[in-house]
């Protein structure tokens, strides 16, 4: 006997599915596909009709109702449907049933588990949130403005360009379709006029020629034939010297002249590319002992740290006594410097990518107000708003405020006001900085960067210039309000080692301009949520990253749902083998924040041996990160747009440079 329908045509039609689409669905509703489809439509139905009591399901209803039974999976919960009848059925909020909001709550219940946070769907799906048609004609009007010479380039059919831009504008995020399509039809005639054939024809695009690169010159000449017979420690740095004069990768160099042992050939297969704009190491973790050699760097040792607190008569710093600075270049001449009492500054940065920084951000931040507070030193912090747009599809407007909403965020992490300038490299570049920047721009080759950072001969010439615009800070001359007009100050870099790269190709440009070689100390990476294999980063999604921002409710919804574990599956496995805490990435979280040792010994060794569980540590780890974030925006709030422009003045006498 065939099994009752569960659905209708009649049905199926009045929630505006196509006649035709509701005869398959009709027809094959029976197994399959067809069936879970079907009773994901009657089951959201049955919800709506009680939510509605009885009222007839409107047009736009029925529509968002059967989006979601096509993407909802039988393991989305009756508590999650019922959360996404409840905002879209009992109309407490009208605007929700727009396009952008329907597909947010779609895609966050789609993966939500539960119990499903309430006030996380709310703030997912915009519940409340209106975009009026006058922000966005603003936000269109200044994106179009900053792309204006494009615009009349390529006539109309760049509209979708700016579409596409638009979609990664958070301001944007709820907005009504049609508003935007309005405001880029204004805009648009406004600089083109009527769409007509002329500036609506798409042109056929010729493939671009492919440019010869000139060969590099093989370093097997200038190797020595007795390069067998040095020491390891020889060989390395011989080759390292070979890379440098030959403008090579060291790690490539590195790779392919110390022979063909056990471990070279490990490296060859699990190439591992970290760098500013890359890191990728597939599904392993991040080695970072490799990196050591792959880049041809020190790791800093336990003497190094012993010398560091003899010198400074304080502690090491916990990132410094666990490793996470972990490696270095000639940090050991910069405390010579300082023990013979000729002072280092120090120099760090962020790119205003977004408008809250994340945890992951604060590592080179934690870290260099240490060394400023240990050594008493000078600080210069970059802000890398003109790197953002050469990279990025944001505005200049859009950068201006997330550039002091980050500076805002720093400020607040403590530094030392009568030392430290932020710039932007938009306002600041010019005088002496910019002669520096010439200097260096003239000393780096195309090819350079093209191996540096990955680039290609499509990309913007901003981008193959911008490695000299970091470089420049790590020379004191670029900064005479500080330092004065010809000064040589040793320079230290706090930094992750995805950024070395820059500054191999500065300390190598460095001699031959009559400057010291800027010195550099690595941290590794704050991992992702989700594991080891990579760090935490923002494009990993807002679910997923903790930002300086967050409430703490955010804060413990995401560790808990999204901190990614070492515990095996099962408690009792736990308590046989214990967790594996190189991957559980709460553990590793309290490493970078925790700064009593003794409490994260105790946590550690228990959850190695199954004492404690996942849920335990990631409680921990819930409460150092809500103190830490409830603090900073406590003297976050209380930093005011004086303060901001206090931190970028370059008056000499804040400097005590008179």
């Known amino acids: 006997m065939a099994s009752e329908n569960l659905v209708s045509l009649e049905l199926l039609t009045g929630l505006g599915m196509p006649s035709k689409k509701a005869e398959e669905v009709v027809q094959g509703q029976a197994s399959g596909k067809g069936k879970k489809l079907a009773q994901m439509i009657a089951s959201l139905v049955k919800i709506a009709s009680e939510a509605n009591e009885g009222k007839p399901i409107t047009g736009n209803q029925g529509k968002a109702l059967l989006q979601a039974a096509e993407k909802f999976k039988d393991t989305v919960s009756e508590e999650a449907r019922t959360l996404f009848v409840k905002y879209i059925f009992a109309a407490e909020d009208e605007s929700i049933l727009a396009i952008p909001k329907t597909n947010a709550a779609i895609n966050f219940l789609s993966k939500a588990k539960d119990p499903v946070s309430e006030e996380a769907f709310r703030a997912a799906a915009g519940v409340g949130v209106v975009v009026s048609a006058e922000l966005v004609g603003k936000e269109v009007r200044d994106l179009v403005e900053a792309h204006k010479d494009e615009v009349i380039k390529n006539g109309y059919k760049f509209q979708g360009n700016m579409r596409g831009m638009l979609k990664r504008n958070q301001k944007l995020t709820f907005a009504d379709n049609e508003d935007v399509t309005k405001a880029l039809d204004t805009e648009f005639k406004a600089i083109l006029g009527e769409a007509n054939e002329s500036n609506t024809k798409k042109t056929k695009n010729k493939a671009p020629k492919k440019q010869k690169v000139p060969e590099t010159k093989e370093p097997e000449e200038s190797i020595s034939a007795e390069k067998d017979n040095l020491t390891e420690e020889d060989k390395r740095e011989l080759l390292t010297k070979v890379a440098v004069e030959f403008n090579l990768d060291v790690g490539t160099v590195l790779k392919k002249f110390m022979g063909s042992g056990e471990d070279a050939g490990d490296d060859e297969e699990k190439e591992q590319q970290i760098n500013p704009i890359?890191?990728?190491?597939?599904?392993?973790?991040?080695?970072?002992?490799?990196?050591?050699?792959?880049?041809?760097?020190?790791?800093?040792?336990?003497?190094?740290?012993?010398?560091?607190?003899?010198?400074?008569?304080?502690?090491?710093?916990?990132?410094?006594?666990?490793?996470?600075?972990?490696?270095?270049?000639?940090?050991?001449?910069?405390?010579?410097?300082?023990?013979?009492?000729?002072?280092?500054?120090?120099?760090?940065?962020?790119?205003?990518?977004?408008?809250?920084?994340?945890?992951?951000?604060?590592?080179?931040?934690?870290?260099?107000?240490?060394?400023?507070?240990?050594?008493?030193?000078?600080?210069?912090?970059?802000?890398?708003?003109?790197?953002?747009?050469?990279?990025?599809?944001?505005t200049l407007p859009q950068l201006e405020y997330q550039l002091r909403k980050n500076v805002q965020d720093i400020i607040a992490y403590g530094f030392d006001r009568h030392k430290t300038f932020i710039f932007s490299d938009m306002k600041y570049m010019g005088g002496k900085f910019y002669e520096n920047v010439l200097l260096v721009e003239k000393r780096i080759t195309g090819n350079q960067a093209i191996k540096a950072l990955g680039l290609s001969t499509l990309d913007n010439i901003g981008k193959f210039s911008f490695s000299a615009i970091q470089a420049t800070p790590s020379f004191s001359s670029s900064f005479p309000h500080m330092f004065g007009e010809d000064s040589s100050s040793q320079c230290l870099i706090p930094c992750a080692i995805d950024q070395d790269v820059y500054f191999r190709m500065t300390r190598d440009i460095a001699p031959r301009l009559g400057y010291k070689k800027p010195a550099v100390v690595h941290s590794s990476f704050l991992p992702a949520m989700g594991g080891p294999s990579s760090k935490m980063s923002s494009s990993t999604g807002a679910e997923k990253t903790i930002f300086l921002t967050d409430t703490p409710k955010?804060?413990?919804?995401?560790?808990?749902?999204?901190?990614?574990?070492?515990?095996?599956?099962?408690?009792?496995?736990?308590?046989?083998?214990?967790?594996?805490?190189?991957?559980?990435?709460?553990?590793?979280?309290?490493?970078?924040?925790?700064?009593?040792?003794?409490?994260?010994?105790?946590?550690?060794?228990?959850?190695?041996?199954?004492?404690?569980?996942?849920?335990?540590?990631?409680?921990?780890?819930?409460?150092?990160?809500?103190?830490?974030?409830?603090?900073?925006?406590?003297?976050?709030?209380?930093?005011?747009?004086?303060?901001?422009?206090?931190?970028?003045?370059?008056?000499?006498?804040?400097?005590?440079?008179?």
């Not at 599956?569 to 736990?574: H, P, R, S, V, Y």
């Open 278 to 394: 890359t890191v990728d190491t597939g599904d392993e973790a991040i080695d970072y002992d490799r990196l050591v050699k792959q880049f041809g760097t020190e790791k800093i040792t336990p003497d190094l740290i012993e010398r560091f607190e003899k010198l400074t008569g304080k502690r090491a710093h916990h990132l410094l006594r666990r490793g996470i600075f972990f490696s270095h270049r000639d940090l050991d001449k910069a405390l010579d410097a300082y023990e013979a009492g000729t002072p280092f500054y120090l120099y760090t940065g962020r790119g205003p990518s977004s408008e809250s920084m994340h945890i992951g951000h604060l590592i080179p931040f934690m870290f260099t107000r240490y060394l400023q507070e240990a050594f008493g030193c000078y600080l210069v912090i970059q802000m890398t708003d003109d790197e953002k747009y050469l990279w990025k599809d944001l």
């Open 554 to 658: 955010e804060i413990h919804d995401k560790v808990h749902r999204y901190a990614y574990s070492g515990a095996p599956q099962t408690l009792k496995e736990l308590k046989e083998h214990g967790a594996n805490l190189d991957l559980d990435v709460s553990y590793q979280y309290l490493r970078f924040f925790l700064d009593d040792d003794e409490k994260l010994g105790e946590i550690g060794g228990k959850y190695s041996k199954g004492e404690i569980t996942t849920a335990d540590v990631k409680n921990e780890l819930v409460k150092v990160l809500q103190d830490l974030i409830k603090k900073h925006q406590e003297i976050k709030a209380k930093t005011t747009d004086d303060e901001i422009d206090f931190f970028m003045n370059t008056d000499p006498t804040r400097f005590h440079l008179k």
